[in-house]
């Protein structure tokens, strides 16, 4: 009622100008005050909130002061921009086919080899704990990482875990006694018996979290050596860096980290081995993942089968619940604090929650924790960085006998 009578109160004064001023103006001037002054009552406040927050400038970022010691990051670099993926399509992900071979009964390797030309180099990759060889070809990150090292004449090689409950890699540092490492060494000797062309061809690691700290022990071995590695989110085992880097029997590393990963890789342990790698001049780099500032079209850039619609209503949500930060960054931690999946899944009666965006999130909902995850910046996958570092190795590999500057 109280509504109402607003409205009828607001038509009357409309009506009152409009008798007074009648004299003063063109009727197309009146036309036009009223066809606005109609909108503005029928649009409701959410509505209004969310078309100035989608369409013109957000102007909470004027009027809200900006944490001076908050970091302002370069967002994604400008090879991952320009990254194309000629070896599949990236945004259909059933385009990434791939093989598998199971040697000796019971060691089973996912391969995708370059189809033209033929690859110059063997990537052999390792999965965090947790997850899957298969992983690395069914999920969007994952491809990606994928799609780089194609990209830059890689063969890729993907192996499973022994550990069938926790899918961890075995961090024994003595490579002989490590189940895991000679696990990977008899499914090599497997794979070499099928396509000897390809043993002659330089070998690389790729490692993330837990499959990160396998490869610093594996990268050891003496059977088939290792010319570079890369560790992504992970350090090497300390047992590793006290034995193997003082002796100078050490491979090329790159690290990729987060910058919000405080406890396992941190930037201050990471920089403390490249410190000993530089006494022992050993080439090394870091490759820094910053914190993702969110865009209306983020999640549709990042998560293809999310629709532009959709990842505009999640954006809106996690604006309005306060999740949004400084430079679009998630202020919480989606993996301590998870009222995002009560708001983010919860319908709210919103103009933007139609039926399709409402569909087209839930069929989604697998892809959205991992991915907050990469967005907060922490410790999860993400594709960004990875190009450059295999890139580097390979730059490395060709220039080798050259010392580090």
Same mark, same amino acid.
């Given at each position: 009622?109280?509504?109402?009578?607003?409205?009828?109160?607001?038509?009357?004064?409309? !009506?009152?100008?409009?008798?007074?001023?009648?004299?003063?103006?063109?009727?197309?001037? *009146?036309?036009? $005050?009223?066809?606005?002054?109609?909108?503005?009552?029928?649009?409701?406040?959410?509505?209004?909130?969310?078309?100035?927050?989608?369409?013109?400038?957000?102007?909470?970022?004027?009027?809200?002061?900006?944490?001076?010691?908050? /970091?302002?990051?370069?967002?994604?670099?400008? %090879?991952?921009?320009?990254?194309?993926?000629?070896?599949?399509?990236?945004?259909?992900?059933?385009?990434?086919?791939? %093989?598998?071979?199971? *040697?000796?009964?019971?060691?089973?390797?996912?391969?995708?080899?370059?189809?033209?030309?033929?690859?110059?180099?063997?990537?052999?990759?390792?999965?965090?704990?947790? /997850?899957?060889?298969?992983?690395?070809?069914?999920?969007?990150?994952?491809?990606?990482?994928?799609?780089?090292?194609?990209?830059?004449?890689?063969?890729?090689?993907?192996?499973?875990?022994?550990?069938? &409950?926790?899918?961890?890699?075995? +961090?024994?540092?003595?490579?002989?006694?490590?189940?895991?490492?000679?696990?990977?060494?008899?499914?090599?000797?497997?794979? !070499?018996?099928?396509?000897?062309?390809? %043993?002659?061809?330089?070998?690389?690691?790729?490692?993330?979290?837990?499959?990160?700290?396998?490869?610093?022990?594996?990268?050891? +071995?003496?059977?088939?050596?290792?010319?570079?590695?890369?560790?992504?989110?992970?350090?090497?085992?300390?047992?590793? #860096?006290?034995?193997?880097?003082?002796?100078?029997?050490?491979?090329?590393?790159?690290?990729?980290?987060?910058?919000?990963?405080? %406890?396992?890789?941190?930037?201050?342990?990471?920089?403390?081995?490249?410190?000993?790698?530089?006494?022992?001049?050993?080439?090394?780099?870091?490759?820094?993942?910053?914190?993702?500032?969110? $865009?209306?079209?983020?999640?549709?850039?990042?998560?293809?089968?999310?629709?532009?619609?959709?990842?505009?209503?999640?954006? !809106?949500?996690?604006?309005?619940?306060?999740? #949004?930060?400084?430079?679009?960054?998630?202020?919480?931690?989606?993996?301590?604090?998870?009222?995002?999946?009560?708001?983010?899944?919860?319908?709210?009666?919103?103009?933007?929650?139609?039926?399709?965006?409402?569909?087209?999130?839930?069929?989604?909902?697998?892809?959205?924790?991992? &991915?907050?995850?990469?967005?907060?910046?922490?410790?999860?996958?993400?594709?960004? /960085? $990875? !190009?450059?570092? #295999?890139?580097?190795?390979?730059?490395?590999?060709?220039?080798?006998?050259?010392?580090?500057?």
């Amino acid at each position: 009622m109280k509504a109402k009578r607003t409205r009828q109160y607001y038509w009357m004064l409309f !009506y009152e100008l409009y008798n007074e001023y009648r004299g003063y103006y063109p009727i197309p001037v *009146y036309l036009c $005050s009223l066809i606005t002054f109609s909108l503005l009552l029928y649009l409701s406040f959410n509505y209004l909130h969310f078309l100035v927050s989608t369409t013109l400038i957000d102007f909470t970022k004027i009027i809200t002061p900006i944490d001076p010691h908050t /970091r302002k990051v370069r967002g994604m670099s400008v %090879e991952d921009k320009k990254l194309k993926y000629r070896e599949f399509n990236y945004l259909k992900s059933e385009t990434l086919t791939y %093989e598998k071979r199971t *040697y000796f009964n019971n060691i089973e390797i996912l391969f995708r080899l370059r189809k033209r030309p033929r690859p110059q180099a063997l990537l052999l990759i390792f999965h965090g704990c947790g /997850r899957s060889a298969h992983d690395w070809f069914h999920t969007i990150e994952r491809q990606r990482i994928i799609g780089a090292a194609l990209e830059l004449g890689y063969g890729c090689l993907v192996f499973q875990a022994t550990d069938d &409950f926790t899918h961890c890699w075995s +961090n024994n540092p003595d490579v002989h006694q490590n189940t895991d490492a000679q696990m990977v060494l008899k499914g090599l000797e497997g794979f !070499y018996k099928e396509f000897p062309h390809l %043993e002659a061809l330089p070998r690389f690691t790729f490692g993330a979290s837990s499959g990160g700290i396998f490869s610093s022990i594996f990268v050891t +071995n003496q059977r088939y050596s290792i010319q570079g590695q890369t560790l992504f989110i992970s350090i090497i085992l300390p047992e590793i #860096l006290e034995k193997h880097i003082k002796a100078k029997s050490y491979p090329v590393t790159a690290w990729i980290y987060m910058l919000r990963d405080l %406890e396992f890789a941190s930037e201050d342990r990471i920089n403390a081995s490249m410190r000993m790698f530089a006494r022992e001049k050993i080439h090394h780099k870091s490759f820094i993942i910053e914190p993702i500032g969110l $865009s209306r079209t983020t999640f549709h850039e990042r998560i293809p089968t999310i629709r532009k619609e959709t990842a505009r209503y999640i954006y !809106y949500r996690l604006e309005q619940n306060g999740w #949004l930060g400084p430079y679009n960054h998630l202020r919480y931690n989606p993996r301590r604090r998870t009222v995002w999946q009560e708001f983010l899944f919860t319908p709210n009666n919103s103009t933007m929650e139609t039926k399709e965006v409402l569909q087209n999130l839930n069929e989604n909902k697998q892809y959205i924790p991992d &991915f907050l995850n990469t967005v907060y910046g922490e410790h999860e996958i993400s594709f960004e /960085r $990875s !190009y450059e570092a #295999l890139k580097w190795h390979r730059k490395i590999y060709h220039n080798r006998g050259n010392p580090p500057k």
